[in-house]
C-alpha cells in the first residue's frame, strides 16, 4: 500500500504535558501510553480504544526557548530526501533534519510556500504508527 502524501500521525508540543493530558483525557477520553527516547525523555502515545491516535511530546529548554505550545501534522513520504528537495525547489524551506525518529521513521520540518509548518515523514513501514 502506498503511504506517500497521506496524513501520517498528529503531535502536540507543549511545555506541560501533564495538563495537556488532563486536557485531552477529559474531552477526548484519551489514555496514555509512555514511550522512552533515546534521551530518556518521556514521549507520550494517546490511546482512544486501543489504539493510538496522536503523540504528545514535553520540550525542553534550551532547544524550545521561545517556541509556543503547537500541533504538527505528519505527511509520508516515500522518500524524504527527494521531498524535501521538491519542497525546497517550489518554495517551501528546510527548517531542521531529515532526522531518524526510532519511533515513525525519518522526519524532516518544513515550510511550504505559504510558511505554515509541517513534518514529512518517510515511515519505518506502511502499517502506521503504533
Same mark, same amino acid.
Given at each position: 500500500?502506498?503511504?506517500?502524501?497521506?496524513?501520517?500521525?498528529?503531535?502536540? #508540543?507543549?511545555? $506541560?504535558?501533564?495538563?495537556?493530558? %488532563?486536557?485531552? /483525557? =477529559?474531552?477526548?477520553?484519551?489514555?496514555?501510553?509512555?514511550?522512552?527516547?533515546? @534521551?530518556? !525523555?518521556?514521549?507520550?502515545?494517546?490511546?482512544? =480504544? +486501543? /489504539?493510538? &491516535?496522536?503523540?504528545?511530546?514535553?520540550?525542553? %529548554?534550551? &532547544?524550545?526557548?521561545?517556541?509556543?505550545?503547537?500541533?504538527? %501534522?505528519?505527511?509520508?513520504? @516515500? =522518500?524524504? $530526501?527527494?521531498?524535501?528537495?521538491?519542497? $525546497? %525547489?517550489?518554495?517551501?524551506?528546510?527548517?531542521?533534519?531529515?532526522?531518524? !525518529?526510532?519511533?515513525?521513521?525519518?522526519?524532516? #520540518? &518544513?515550510?511550504?510556500? +505559504?510558511?505554515?509548518?509541517?513534518?514529512? &515523514?518517510?515511515?519505518? !513501514? =506502511?502499517?502506521?504508527?503504533?
Amino acid at each position: 500500500m502506498k503511504v506517500h502524501g497521506k496524513i501520517w500521525w498528529n503531535e502536540l #508540543l507543549t511545555w $506541560n504535558a501533564e495538563s495537556a493530558k %488532563s486536557f485531552y /483525557a =477529559d474531552i477526548m477520553g484519551w489514555s496514555y501510553r509512555p514511550l522512552e527516547l533515546a @534521551d530518556k !525523555s518521556i514521549y507520550w502515545i494517546a490511546m482512544k =480504544d +486501543g /489504539a493510538p &491516535v496522536c503523540g504528545i511530546y514535553q520540550m525542553s %529548554s534550551p &532547544v524550545f526557548d521561545g517556541t509556543p505550545n503547537f500541533w504538527i %501534522s505528519c505527511i509520508a513520504v @516515500d =522518500d524524504i $530526501n527527494r521531498a524535501v528537495q521538491h519542497a $525546497n %525547489s517550489v518554495g517551501g524551506r528546510l527548517m531542521h533534519g531529515p532526522f531518524h !525518529s526510532d519511533y515513525i521513521g525519518e522526519v524532516a #520540518l &518544513v515550510t511550504d510556500g +505559504g510558511g505554515a509548518v509541517v513534518a514529512f &515523514v518517510q515511515p519505518k !513501514s =506502511d502499517a502506521g504508527p503504533a
